[in-house]
């Protein structure tokens, strides 16, 4: 483990430095996020919060962003959920868009010109009293190659590179997971890591560190046979550590898909019956990390995104709105069932259903192209997905939840349409999951009976 600076020396002394506790306002300036029990708290205060996903923010100019978070601001939303990686290869993408790290083989190089983009979403962020959950990495990076007319770089979420382009350019083996061992990737990461944190280390606009988005064993690259739960939970482990190491100020979370190591995920198995859980079993190769295996995540997540045509989102009979109600439901209840036992915060790291204005841009996040969904699947109107948030986030609210994601954030009115590819007509990218008002009214309430 590196260890480094004034952090570094506190914690050789006094072990107790990075423990959680209740931090109070000095001198009105405001403090960091911490957690007591299951509950986080800001200035001393319950801090139970909505975020919402706009993972593309640090792609837009100082117009348009001041825009986003007027609006993010004005709909109550306290955390926005953001990336703080975007990797490309070989060369920097086209039309002048920021980026954050250039690999050329094993040769990478920091872009400090796209830092400062960064730079400036956290100053944006402290100006408008909103916080950011900061990713540092994610799993899917399909290929592009074949794709007639892809989508521009950064306006799907799986654009951004991440631990895949660490893989193929770094290492020989052909596996994502080569990811959580090789340790010359690991060392290259948190080399990355490093530069981000110490960064922002004493700013009080970051919310959180979410190591990975959608941690597993697989992606558009296979596993390899040796990958399992555990391989994850290590990794998780010692990235968790180093972070600690330079940062004593900043929570750190996961952004995994299903919270525990389940061969099959609650949400979409109900009425799935025995053949389609062992399907999904299989699709998803018990490659899910708990974040509780780590023994050290200062809170747990776990994301609700359905799929069209996966699993609950297949249902043809009775009410289906209803069932994909029941079985978000009853997901969200086992989640903090179990975290209540641990005695940490819990959140939905991200929540989504396609709706029907926008299954026409439904792209999976393992795919760089549009997918239709099976015929028959159940595609929610906007107001029945209106329906299904408000009735989940009813239920993270009842089960006492700490914060909820959701995902994505709609942003109308954008200026820079011609020149930022990732804007058309004003509004920022759609992949399926973008809000629709029903959608942003069940939030805005959320947001007021948290209150
Ligand atoms: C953060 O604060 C510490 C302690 O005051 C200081 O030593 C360090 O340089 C600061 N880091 C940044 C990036 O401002
Ligand atoms: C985004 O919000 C605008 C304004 O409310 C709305 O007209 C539009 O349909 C929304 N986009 C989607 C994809 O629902």
Redesign the pocket.
């Known amino acids: 483990m590196l260890l480094t600076g004034v952090c570094a020396v506190a914690l050789a002394i006094l072990p107790l430095v990075c423990a959680s506790g209740i931090n109070t306002k000095k001198n009105n300036a405001p403090s960091f996020v911490m957690t007591k029990n299951n509950q986080f708290f800001s200035d001393g205060k319950p801090f139970p919060f909505t975020s919402a996903n706009a993972y593309w923010l640090h792609q837009l100019d100082d117009v348009d962003l001041e825009n986003t978070f007027s609006s993010i601001g004005t709909s109550g939303v306290k955390v926005i959920t953001t990336l703080a990686y975007d990797d490309v290869v070989d060369q920097p993408p086209p039309f002048g868009a920021p980026y954050f790290q250039l690999f050329q083989g094993d040769k990478i190089t920091v872009n400090e010109a796209g830092l400062q983009r960064l730079d400036t979403v956290v100053k944006l962020a402290e100006h408008y009293e909103l916080k950011l959950m900061l990713t540092l990495t994610g799993n899917w990076y399909p290929s592009t190659k074949g794709v007639p007319n892809p989508k521009p770089h950064g306006f799907l979420s799986n654009s951004y590179g991440g631990a895949d382009v660490y893989v193929q350019q770094l290492s020989t083996s052909g596996f994502h997971d080569s990811f959580y061992t090789d340790p010359t990737i690991i060392n290259a990461f948190k080399n990355y890591v490093k530069t981000i944190v110490t960064r922002y280390v004493n700013s009080t606009a970051i919310f959180s560190w979410q190591i990975m988005d959608d941690p597993q064993c697989a992606s558009t690259l296979p596993a390899s046979p040796s990958c399992s739960a555990q391989t994850l939970a290590t990794w998780h482990d010692d990235i968790y550590k180093f972070i600690k190491s330079i940062d004593c100020n900043h929570l750190i979370g996961t952004g995994d898909t299903w919270f525990y190591n389940e061969a099959a995920p609650v949400y979409p198995t109900k009425r799935g019956g025995a053949s389609l859980r062992a399907i999904l079993a299989r699709m998803i190769k018990t490659t899910r990390v708990s974040t509780r295996a780590t023994p050290a995540m200062d809170w747990g997540g776990s994301q609700l995104v359905a799929q069209p045509g996966v699993g609950g989102m297949s249902y043809r009979r009775g009410d289906p709105t209803q069932q994909v109600i029941d079985s978000g439901t009853a997901f969200i209840g086992q989640q903090a069932a179990n975290a209540a036992t641990w005695g940490i915060p819990i959140m939905l790291t991200g929540f989504g259903v396609v709706s029907q204005?926008?299954v026409a841009c439904f792209t999976p996040r393992d795919s760089s192209t549009v997918v239709v969904p099976p015929p028959g699947s159940y595609i929610p109107t906007?107001k029945e997905q209106g329906q299904i948030y408000a009735a989940w986030l009813a239920e993270t609210r009842n089960k006492g939840f700490g914060g909820t994601v959701l995902y994505q954030w709609?942003q109308?009115c954008l200026a820079k349409v011609g020149t930022n590819p990732i804007i058309i007509n004003e509004?920022s990218p759609?992949d399926g999951y973008?809000?629709?008002?029903d959608a942003l009214a069940a939030v805005e309430l959320n947001v007021q009976l948290q209150a």
């Not at 973008?434 to 008002?437: E, F, H, I, K, V």
């Open positions: 204005s926008s906007d709609n109308t509004n759609n973008t809000a629709s008002p």
